[in-house]
């Protein structure tokens, strides 16, 4: 059984970006989107770009953003993936050549390996708890039943993680990936050293 990867979002400070990569974190997330308490920007991006060493994927979400938005990060900030978390089209998606994951929010009824052909380019898909109005971060959990497998599709765990839970998860869904923010953080925005360790260590004991 592969390794269960880790990408730990909505980062904001570069000593967060550096205690995440000591925790083992495969990948850092950066929050474009500016209704986020976790948001950033581009010229706080480029200041914690500068604190991500080799080998650890950076990732900028957006959130059904202009085009001209997502071109005005990627002249700046160097990112390695797009991950989308609205209701874009795959037109949009692809149009910046970047490598993309889409977020599918788990609507009742939504069965996400049928939706998930509405995005035939997309490198996965992060399947996130539904909350009317709110596009991500709600700390909600979905009902892990729903989670799909035995499929070849990259399919990323998300929603109201935390280290307690997630070893459970990780059992219950056998995911290519899971996504984790506020359940590893001090308070919004400001994540916890103690919790990244202890979410990654939880996550694959003995992997990391």
Not at 38 to 59: C, G, N, S
Not at 69 to 74: F, G, P, T
Not at 115 to 138: C, I, M, S
């Amino acid at each position: 059984m592969q390794r269960t990867r880790c990408k730990i979002c909505g980062l904001t400070r570069p000593e967060d970006i550096q205690a995440a990569v000591k925790a083992g974190a495969d990948a850092l997330g950066l929050v474009f989107y500016p209704p986020s308490p976790r948001a950033v920007t581009i010229d706080q991006a480029v200041e914690l770009m500068q604190a991500v060493p080799p080998f650890v994927v950076t990732v900028g979400l957006f959130v059904n953003p202009e085009p001209e938005w997502v071109e005005a990060v990627l002249s700046r900030v160097p990112l390695d993936l797009l991950q989308f978390h609205g209701d874009e089209d795959e037109a949009l998606c692809r149009q910046f050549h970047r490598p993309y994951i889409k977020a599918l929010r788990m609507k009742p009824n939504l069965d996400p390996v049928v939706e998930a052909r509405n995005w035939p380019t997309a490198k996965g898909f992060l399947l996130d708890a539904y909350q009317p109005g709110v596009p991500g971060g709600t700390g909600e959990q979905f009902d892990w039943k729903r989670f799909p497998g035995g499929t070849d599709q990259s399919w990323i765990l998300a929603g109201g993680l935390t280290p307690d839970n997630i070893r459970q998860a990780v059992q219950a869904t056998q995911p290519y990936a899971v996504d984790v923010s506020g359940g590893v953080e001090a308070s919004r925005g400001i994540k916890c050293p103690t919790k990244m360790t202890e979410f990654i260590a939880n996550l694959a004991p003995g992997d990391h």
